[in-house]
């Protein structure tokens, strides 16, 4: 079955703390991205990556950090510098970023909840 | 810059009712458009895509699209709601320079039984 996992699907944070969101995808895709969603807005693009070992900021990067070493792989650190990180975090990833009408498929998401 | 407007936060139907969610973008290229859906507590799965190949577009479990130069508009439709259509819906522009995702914020559909 290809598609996109991400886990946990639920996670609690103490403040201070780091946490590490894992997005797994099996679809071949060069290009994935992080986006964090809060009731009754739209997604905001936090983080995206169109190859590996390059990414860039997107709309609201600061107190968030990513890493892409592994075509399939793309994780996102919420840090300790993340003022209000409790929201809903969702991976998408799309054939390679560069179209204009590429489709990014999204993941189940992650639910992060600080303490 | 583009931009996109989902003009009803919430909608509510009958069962077996139309569906009409309202979607208004702003482009000077001929944009790419997307509508998802959203389940509680669930990801985003894709029902249409439009990329300027025909102005009526049809997607997934019966929804279908019509893309409206003229009125800047790509309202989502569907002829007969369902309890399971009930979630949250999305629409979507492509950034032609940057080739971004450009979100409304979403049209919360009920369906009444």
């Known amino acids: 079955d290809g598609g996109i996992t991400q886990s946990p699907k639920y996670l609690f944070r103490k403040e201070g703390q780091n946490v590490t969101l894992s997005c797994e995808q099996n679809l071949n895709h060069d290009a994935m991205y992080w986006y964090r969603q809060d009731p009754g807005q739209g997604l905001r693009l936090i983080y995206y990556?169109?190859?590996?070992?390059?990414?860039q900021k997107g709309d609201i990067a600061e107190g968030y950090s990513v890493s892409r070493e592994k075509k399939e792989s793309f994780p996102l650190t919420v840090t300790s510098a993340q003022k209000n990180p409790t929201a809903f975090y969702l991976c998408?990833?799309?054939?390679?970023?560069?179209?204009?009408?590429?489709?990014?498929?999204f993941g189940p998401g992650t639910r992060l909840t600080v303490l | 810059a583009q931009s996109v407007t989902q003009l009803d936060s919430h909608v509510s139907v009958s069962e077996g009712t139309p569906v009409l969610l309202r979607c208004n973008y702003s482009?000077?290229?001929?944009?790419?458009l997307f509508w998802y859906v959203q389940h509680p507590n669930k990801g985003l799965q894709l029902l249409l895509k439009?990329?300027?190949?025909?102005?009526l577009v049809k997607g997934i479990n019966g929804f279908e699209a019509e893309f409206k130069k003229s009125e800047t508009s790509f309202h989502l439709t569907k002829p007969s709601a369902h309890m399971s259509d009930a979630a949250e819906y999305f629409c979507?522009?492509?950034?032609?320079?940057?080739?971004?995702?450009?979100f409304g914020t979403g049209t919360r559909l009920k369906v009444l039984a």
């Open positions: 979507v522009v492509s950034d032609r320079g940057t080739y971004k995702y450009i």
């Open positions: 998408a990833s799309s054939i390679d970023g560069q179209g204009v009408s590429d489709t990014q498929y």
């Open positions: 439009y990329t300027s190949a025909a102005t």
């Open positions: 990556s169109q190859i590996v070992n390059d990414f």
């Open positions: 482009s000077s290229y001929s944009p790419s």
